[in-house]
T-cell receptor, first 115, second 117 residues
Framework: EPEVTQTPSHQVTQMGQEVILRCVPI?????FYWYRQILGQKVEFLVS????????KSEIFDDQFSVERPDGSNFTLKIRSTKLEDSAMYFC?????????????FGPGTRLTVL | AQKVTQAQTEISVVEKEDVTLDCVYE???????LFWYKQPPSGELVFLIR??????QNEISGRYSWNFQKSTSSFNFTITASQVVDSAVYFC??????????????FGTGTSLTVIP
């Protein structure tokens, strides 16, 4: 069964460093998303991406964040200068088609720890 | 205001008991979808069910059942004869229409279920 994959599973970085979280969405999916879950809290939407551009982003997704689809398979989230409060689990998701009714398939997550 | 409210933060039940997880949502849209996801201790999000706003028929899948009531904006989830493997955090989520540009999920704060053997 096709699945969303994410690498690495755990990333430890120093405050101020740049990190890139990688995701490989399901191959025939057209819509891609990043979510964040601070430990013990709810899952929060960061950004959605379609047709090589951001379609929606939340207040959390400030100038420190960027997303990219560098090739036909990867979808990345870059945090330019990490802060302690960026420590969280980051989930990538993808959905097959347009519209809100599509189930989003989530990856296993990348746990980011900022020291 | 929260779009999805899961008032139960933590629930503990003894194995084989039934348990209901509550979810109340808020939206002005007439067309929307509701979802339940399970997050086991390993951390991944596992899809359980999707329900659209026009389908209020209750659904049963094995030991799982869902009660969608538009009149009370609730989408409750019941596990019958709970098992230890059901121990996880359960998230309810709402998806509203965003035209052709995909959608944003609004998650509740989750209910942590512990099933005691």
């Amino acid at each position: 069964e096709p699945e969303v994959t994410q690498t690495p599973s755990h990333q430890v970085t120093q405050m101020g460093q740049e990190v890139i979280l990688r995701c490989v969405p399901i191959s025939n999916h057209l819509y891609f998303y990043w979510y964040r879950q601070i430990l013990g809290q709810k899952v929060e939407f960061l950004v959605s991406f379609y047709n090589n551009e951001i379609s929606e982003k939340s207040e959390i997704f400030d100038d420190q964040f960027s997303v990219e689809r560098p090739d036909g398979s990867n979808f990345t989230l870059k945090i330019r200068s990490t802060k302690l409060e960026d420590s969280a689990m980051y989930f990538c998701a993808s959905s097959e088609g347009q519209g809100f009714y599509n189930e989003q398939f989530f990856g296993p997550g990348t746990r980011l720890t900022v020291l | 205001a929260q779009k999805v409210t899961q008032a139960q933060t933590e629930i503990s039940v003894v194995e084989k008991e039934d348990v209901t997880l509550d979810c109340v949502y808020e939206t002005r849209d007439t067309t929307y979808y509701l979802f339940w996801y399970k997050q086991p201790p390993s951390g991944e999000l596992v899809f359980l069910i999707r329900r659209n706003s026009f389908d209020e028929q209750n659904e049963i899948s094995g030991r799982y059942s869902w009660n969608f009531q538009k009149s009370t904006s609730s989408f409750n989830f019941t596990i019958t004869a709970s098992q230890v493997v059901d121990s996880a955090v359960y998230f309810c989520a709402l998806s509203e229409a965003r035209g052709n540009t995909g959608n944003q999920f609004y998650f509740g704060t989750g209910t942590s279920l512990t099933v005691i053997p």
